[in-house]
């Protein structure tokens, strides 16, 4: 059968040598054994076209031959789903994060944005697809590191049942969470006060504008302290409610008018810098204030998505449980 041994030859080719032996004989016997059964249906000999029709079914040449060596992979398909969650959300959080610093320096640095808004835009572009690109290119080569080592030692499949995470109900609370979110406003609040400092630079004072403290210092006190007040809550009673979602709600909104309020009351800082030129003492105010925006901002998400959630909770209705909403509610 000239049309087979043409066949076997042309899967060959395609193989390694030191297997390639065993591997044609194998395949020779499987389809020989098809044409046989064949024919003894038949109760003839196969045609040319009868013997083609069983090649075309066991595939190409190249495909047949890939089935019998060992699957490579940069990352395999027991990593890919990991690997791709986490490029997502480093890539996510990333543009994310980069866009909200760049709209909150450009609310602040107007007059170069108005001037050059091209060369503004481009600019932050460039940036953000290099950073983009040297994101995807570390992780890409962790995780191929990692599926080295996994085809090697097999770790990913050392695990217990037991050990699998508990049931979780959407309106349960992280005490984790809950904590974390306490000590944090809690420094805010002594900050705020003034009775915890930042460490100072040597010729470099930077202090919160006086206009700012007249008119915003027991609102954001107020602020900080119900976010403080509702994480103690939760701490203690780690489980959502209609009334405490109602109440979040409101605090997330008293926050979102706040921030709103304060973007139009700027500047937030002033600098005192003996030593220095009125340029870089701009400077740094727009670096200082540039900083704080960001931070707003990301202030400003954080009480979109907790009041999404909250809406839904007072409603009646489960949380969304996406991790793009859940991840910036702090859920």
């Known amino acids: 059968m000239e049309l087979l041994d043409r066949y076997l030859q042309a899967v060959g080719f395609w193989l390694p040598q030191p297997q390639k032996r065993d591997i044609i004989a194998e395949l020779s016997e499987d389809i020989r054994s098809q044409i046989e059964e064949k024919e003894s249906d038949l109760g003839r000999n196969l045609d040319e076209a009868e013997l083609e029709a069983i090649l075309k079914r066991r595939g190409a040449p190249l495909l047949v031959a890939e089935g019998y060596l060992p699957q490579r992979f940069l990352i395999g398909p027991l990593l890919f789903p990991i690997y791709r969650l986490v490029l997502k959300w480093a890539l996510l959080y990333q543009a994310g994060g980069w866009f909200l610093v760049w709209i909150g320096f450009a609310l602040l640095d107007r007059a170069h944005a108005y001037s050059n808004p091209g060369a503004a835009v481009g600019g932050a572009l460039r940036t953000l697809w290099l950073v983009g690109v040297n994101t995807f290119a570390a992780i890409t080569a962790a995780f191929a590191l990692i599926e080295r080592y996994h085809a090697k030692s097999r770790f990913l499949e050392q695990w217990n049942p037991r050990k699998l995470p508990r049931l979780r109900h959407p309106n349960q609370i992280s005490r984790s969470n809950s904590a974390s979110e306490l000590a944090w406003n809690g420094l805010l609040i002594l900050w705020w006060v003034n009775w915890l400092r930042v460490a100072e630079i040597p010729g470099l004072r930077v202090a919160l504008a006086p206009a700012l403290l007249q008119s915003f210092y027991w609102p954001i006190l107020t602020l900080f302290a119900a ?88 409603t009646g209705k489960e949380p969304i449980r996406h991790w793009v909403m859940r991840l910036p509610a702090g859920e």
């Not at 103690?232 to 997330?252: D, H, Y």
């Not at 030129?277 to 540039?290: C, F, K, M, P």
């Open 227 to 314: 976010l403080a007040a509702i994480a103690c809550a939760n701490l203690f009673r780690p489980w959502w409610t209609r009334r405490r979602a109602g109440i979040r709600l409101a605090i997330n909104s008293f926050g979102l008018i706040l921030i709103a309020l304060l973007f139009m009351a700027k500047p937030w800082f002033e600098v005192i810098a003996p030593h220095a030129t009125t340029t870089e003492i701009r400077d740094i105010a727009q670096w200082v204030d540039g900083t704080a925006a960001v931070l707003l901002l990301f202030y400003a998400m954080s009480f979109v998505m907790r009041g999404i959630q909250d809406i839904r909770r007072v």
